[in-house]
């Protein structure tokens, strides 16, 4: 349909504009919103699902999908804006990426956060940002997580590279105590206690979410052996063995598969996720590690626990959980090391944490009722967690999966 705006008696301003298309039965579709379709898979869930079905999944209204398949028959290609090539052609760009291009894992991501803080301080070259430039990206709302109000745990190690390649690491102490990371003697203490575990699972709204976070912390292992990774396909039904309940689990760290035991119920769980999602025997069971850490963070946030929130490796707790919680609940350090999959050195050094309760009980003489833990998990993760399961299979809108 083209529209001639000089048939119109007056120039309408963009409000009035938009009203008089949808007068005319034109659908107006926000760039943000094309974006989220896009970078959601919207496409390919359209053609294997159905567009009703891909509404519900992605929370975009039906004709909204309409609008855009009707305006973009295949997925939109990407351009270039200019100031990319402005960005690629600054003295800071070209150092930086001569000293950690190939060298960092995070390596795009830096460039990207770089690209953002030049065009927040008007394309000033990285190489001549002073001590006020950094202050000034550090206190900026487009630099916070809009959750925490807080600056991104990535965003602070990008400037700190930033910092180094420029040859002005000198800086860093002033930003370094600002609490970016958790004060030396509580990484011990980094892990989830009985209440933690509660509000998060009742928080779930997601079956993925669900099922990741109960594997995750009775496996002792790895985010990165369960989920599906740069470097790991993560958990697949054909690596779950029913008969003797347990899972065969890669772990990239340490390049090798790692055989882990766990309760009868938690298989059976699996099993029926598996069957709910129609998951084939070489799939994965989980999504990419980067997409279900934005969801947990998610999670955290509306059960507060600020232990996973306000962290950027929000999957690892289950690895101290497990580790913390066995140890209380009478694993013997023998069967945490081979669980885990980690020696008992590095156990003790960063893992163990200790519960208040033990130091009483040993110190004090305290009375404690310790329940062993395989009844502990029980009761505290594996029957609610079935619990919720079952819950949001009620309510199809609210479970949202694979």
Excluded: C
């Excluded at 949808?22 to 390919?44: P, R, S």
């Excluded at 100031?83 to 990207?112: L, M, S």
Aim: hydrophobic share 40%; aromatic share 10%.
């Amino acid at each position: 349909m083209v529209i001639r705006l000089y048939a119109f008696p007056f120039i309408p301003n963009a409000y009035m504009l938009s009203r008089i298309l949808i007068l005319l039965g034109v659908k107006m579709v926000k760039q943000t919103t094309i974006h989220e379709f896009v970078t959601k898979n919207g496409y390919v869930l359209v053609e294997k699902i159905g567009k009703t079905q891909t509404s519900l999944l992605l929370k975009i209204s039906r004709p909204t999908i309409d609008a855009i398949l009707k305006e973009h028959p295949t997925t939109p290609q990407k351009t270039i804006p200019k100031y990319v090539f402005q960005w690629e052609e600054t003295e800071g760009n070209r150092i930086f990426v001569e000293k950690y291009h190939g060298q960092v894992k995070d390596f795009k991501r830096y460039i990207a956060i770089g690209l953002k803080a030049w065009l927040f301080l008007g394309k000033k070259d990285p190489l001549f940002w002073d001590i006020d430039d950094f202050r000034a990206i550090w206190r900026a709302e487009e630099f916070s997580d809009p959750q925490t109000r807080k600056m991104r745990f990535e965003t602070a190690i990008a400037l700190r590279k930033w910092m180094r390649a420029m040859g002005k690491a000198d800086l860093w102490p002033e930003f370094a105590t600002k609490g970016l990371k958790r004060p030396k003697g509580t990484r011990k203490q980094w892990f989830l206690e009985d209440d933690e575990i509660t509000r998060l699972i009742e928080a779930m709204e997601r079956t993925d979410v669900l099922v990741a976070f109960v594997v995750d912390i009775l496996s002792g292992g790895r985010a990165s052996s369960v989920m599906k990774s740069k470097t790991s396909k993560g958990i697949r039904p054909m690596d779950v063995d029913q008969r003797n309940s347990s899972i065969l689990m890669f772990e990239p760290k340490r390049q090798q598969y790692v055989s882990r035991i766990f309760h009868p119920r938690v298989i059976d769980l699996l099993k029926r996720y598996v069957e709910d999602n129609a998951i084939k025997p070489n799939e994965p069971l989980f999504r990419h590690y980067a997409i279900m850490r934005k969801l947990l963070k998610e999670v955290a946030v509306r059960a507060q626990v600020s232990k996973i929130a306000e962290i950027a490796g929000t999957w690892h707790i289950g690895k101290h959980t497990f580790v913390s919680q066995g140890s209380y609940h009478g694993l013997s350090l023998e069967v945490i090391s081979e669980q885990t999959g980690t020696d008992a050195n590095t156990l003790m050094e960063y893992y163990a944490g200790i519960k208040e309760k033990k130091m009483r009980l040993e110190l004090l003489g305290e009375k404690v009722d310790i329940e062993p833990f395989h009844e502990w998990a029980l009761r505290v993760i594996i029957q609610p967690s079935i619990k919720r399961y079952e819950r949001l299979l009620e309510n199809s809108s609210e479970s949202v999966t694979y």
